[in-house]
């Protein structure tokens, strides 16, 4: 099975409107993270969000914020208004098992989204 | 801050021959750093992960004799792909976290390797 699940392989957003990207994860331990990050056509990748699997409240930064929903096990990446710039293939992750330093990334599929003028 | 470099960012060899490829961490010391491969329009997948000092630990169905990681440094990690076939051509990317409690993980800007 999947550890990761991005079930959008393409997106197409009018400028300025929020975006939702899913995410679907599986696991069976208790402690563990998720992120999003932005790889653009240049090909580095950025780390946008992260959000453990203990965190009560949902994950912001700036215009990024992360729709956590454990039991559904879902971790869906919302953009607010957004920018051109934001044309980009997206990756979720996910760290099984607690945080103690090597522990490894396993990345879904992508959404490619790109923003219309 | 957090900032990886890659170096060379591509590189085209000839099949049979050996490439480097050097990851830096250039203001923070890495405690672990980890490989991908990317093929073009799919996902990364993780090759090994290394621990400055000690040996790496390589991914299921990597071949760590043709894949040779060498993590000398807290901010340097040598991918080394052996006798390179046209099959090894393929976008590679490091990663490195900082430690000490922080889950982030910082990416290189990427190597596309060519084998002709």
């Known amino acids: 099975a999947q550890k990761i699940t991005q079930t959008q392989p393409g997106m197409f957003v009018q400028e300025k409107e929020a975006v939702t990207l899913d995410c679907t994860y599986d696991t069976s331990d208790q402690s563990y993270g998720l992120f999003w990050y932005k790889q653009p056509s240049s090909g580095e990748m950025i780390f946008l969000i992260y959000?453990?699997?203990?965190?009560?409240q949902n994950a912001t930064e700036g215009r990024y914020s992360l729709n956590f929903q454990k039991a559904r096990k879902s971790a869906n990446l919302v953009i607010s208004a957004s920018q051109l710039g934001d044309s980009a293939m997206y990756f979720c992750a996910m760290r099984e098992g607690p945080n103690f330093g090597n522990e490894k990334l396993t990345f879904g599929t992508g959404t490619r989204l790109t923003i219309i003028p | 801050g957090a900032v990886v470099s890659q170096h060379p960012s591509w590189v085209i060899c000839k099949s049979g021959t050996s490439v480097k490829i050097e990851c830096r961490s250039l203001d923070f010391q890495a405690t672990t750093m980890f490989w991908y491969r990317q093929f073009p329009k799919q996902s990364l997948m993780l090759m090994a992960t290394s621990n400055e000092g000690s040996k790496a630990t390589y991914e299921q169905g990597v071949e760590k004799d043709k894949f040779l990681i060498n993590h000398a440094s807290l901010t340097l990690s040598t991918l080394t792909v052996t006798s390179a076939h046209p099959e090894d051509s393929s976008f590679y990317i490091c990663?490195?976290?900082?430690?000490?409690?922080?889950?982030?993980?910082?990416f290189g800007p990427g190597t596309r390797l060519t084998v002709t």
């Open positions: 959000q453990g699997s203990y965190d009560e």
């Open positions: 990663s490195a976290r900082m430690g000490g409690g922080r889950y982030e993980q910082y």
